[in-house]
């Protein structure tokens, strides 16, 4: 195309921009961030979205919270750029999944003696002060996460007979840290909702006396249990640290032994009745798995602090 031609279309375009009214810069103050994290911005907005209204009014309080959460999310924004850099593809649809499973479960998180503090993912959230889509970072992360330590973890133990080794190995250490615990939770009746509704004492002293008449600990949990992320699976909790159970649970447990219960508990939210179970090697391989995943979360972290631009507004 010879010289010419350009002209004309360079003529062209000159008159239809001059034909066109200029466009008006914009007046909308461009959003503040409160930090930023290899470039990209975590807004204001974000550390405030889902702080509840009455810390508002305390200066001390909110300044604290702000200050909490700003940390939490940039480490969120740490791991989600890893899992990004990573390869590591996270769909929607799996994200969706996880908190379809966690409202079907009606429980989110469990404190250390197996007790569900929270009665729906809504007050789970209000108690972190978080927003949708920080819990849905927090998912897409978690899901990442997990599937890189799956290649970590079946590299270190793609020969089973390491695998055998290492909890033999390690079996007294485990045996000292670790408990395997079943439960059966009662919460505390919410009294603003009125009613007469019987107390966690109660309900927990009508289980105990089924179990002392020989009813299965397994099936009474699965059918009266209001924990139900572990009622489904007739009161498993899992292997737990000694180290994080509450000083009157670890007493009780210690008392046990294997596959005998206690007589009820009280929690902070309510009463809980324990079964010390076996650990057998399944159980030590969870465990063994469960501390790899934590190390190797806990390494990239602290890599990713140590190479990361973190600026704070």
Known sequence: MGKHVFAGILLALGAATAACPARAESTEPAPEAAAVVN?????????????PEQVFKSKVKLRLNRALKLERLIDLALQKQFVA???I????????SAIAEHRNRNTVSSCACGCSGYKSLEDFMAEKMMSMREYRDSILVGIGFKKHVDLLWAAEFKDPAKLAAEVETRKAELDAAYVRLGGIFFRNPDRKAGGEAMSADEKADA????????????????????DRATAVKGGEMGCLLKSQLVPDVLKAVEKLDSNSYSKPLKTWNGCVIVQRRPMERKESEEVLRAEFDRKARIDIINRMREGAKIEKR
């Open 89 to 96: 593809q996270v769909a929607e649809a799996e994200i969706d």
């Open 85 to 87: 850099k990573a390869g």
């Open 39 to 51: 470039g990209q911005s975590i807004l204001k907005s974000e550390v405030d979205d889902g702080i």
């Open 207 to 226: 289980a105990w006396k089924r179990l002392e008449k020989g009813e299965d600990f397994a099936g009474l949990a699965a059918e009266a249990s209001e």
